[in-house]
Nanobody, 122 residues
């Protein structure tokens, strides 16, 4: 069974940085597409970053403005999401998701973690 566990986040001041972790078990994650989504209070869930395992390409949502960056550690079976220059509007629960198909991840139909809260304060 594929399981994902997020960690990191917490309360961070605006302008600061945070790094979220997503540890994957039950599969070798290099064969899986990975996605990071977030859901802010009262808003719909939105995808913010994706990794395509076939070519290793990374994709970010239009509003990323170069502040979001993903990386992987195959030894730890962990994927990271770094967010720099945090803004108040980055406050949300962040989820990682994984699936063998990139399209499945983008559609939000893969395996999900439980989420981790990021709260940006001024």
């Amino acid at each position: 069974e594929v399981q994902l566990v997020e960690s990191g986040g917490g309360s961070v001041q605006a302008g600061g940085s945070t790094r979220l972790s997503c540890t994957i078990s039950g599969t070798t994650f290099e064969d899986y597409a990975i996605g990071w989504f977030r859901q802010a209070p009262g808003k719909e869930r939105e995808g913010v970053a994706f990794i395509d395992p076939h070519d290793g390409d990374q994709y970010y949502y239009d509003g990323a403005e170069g502040r979001f960056y993903t990386s992987t550690d195959s030894a730890q079976n962990t994927v990271y999401l770094q967010i720099d220059s945090l803004k108040y509007e980055d406050t949300a629960v962040y989820y990682c998701t994984a699936a063998p198909s990139f399209g499945t991840v983008v559609a939000g139909d893969g395996h999900w973690g439980q989420g981790t809260q990021v709260t940006v304060s001024s």
